[in-house]
């Protein structure tokens, strides 16, 4: 019998959609607690720049695909994140393009 894994390619936005954060969790739910409950705390990114509104997800499987897709994600322009935020949510992309 083979384990399902679950794992997932996130970004958050700050409140004032200036910063965009990726990560890669097993749990997006408490990730984004996380985040959350990290606001303000200089020691980490997303703390510090307020990044805890999930703004765009993928889910996979197998953790080093959602590795390599993570690396994709960070390497891409900011401008190539937000159009992809906007095609998984058009609501939001309206707000933030």
């Given at each position: 019998?083979?384990?399902?894994?679950?794992y997932?390619?996130?970004?958050?936005?700050?409140?004032?959609?200036?910063?965009l954060?990726?990560?890669?969790?097993?749990?997006?739910?408490?990730?984004i607690?996380?985040?959350?409950?990290?606001r303000?705390n200089?020691a980490?990114?997303?703390?510090k720049f307020?990044?805890?509104n999930?703004?765009y997800?993928?889910?996979?499987?197998?953790?080093?695909?959602?590795?390599?897709?993570?690396?994709?994600?960070?390497n891409m322009?900011?401008e190539d994140?937000?159009?992809?935020?906007k095609?998984t949510?058009?609501?939001?992309?309206?707000?933030?393009l």
């Amino acid at each position: 019998m083979k384990l399902s894994h679950n794992y997932y390619v996130y970004i958050t936005m700050n409140p004032s959609r200036t910063v965009l954060y990726t990560g890669v969790t097993n749990d997006l739910q408490r990730r984004i607690s996380e985040h959350m409950a990290n606001r303000g705390n200089e020691a980490t990114f997303a703390g510090k720049f307020y990044c805890y509104n999930l703004v765009y997800y993928e889910y996979f499987q197998n953790i080093d695909q959602a590795i390599s897709r993570e690396k994709d994600i960070k390497n891409m322009s900011r401008e190539d994140k937000l159009q992809m935020v906007k095609e998984t949510n058009p609501r939001l992309g309206k707000i933030i393009l």
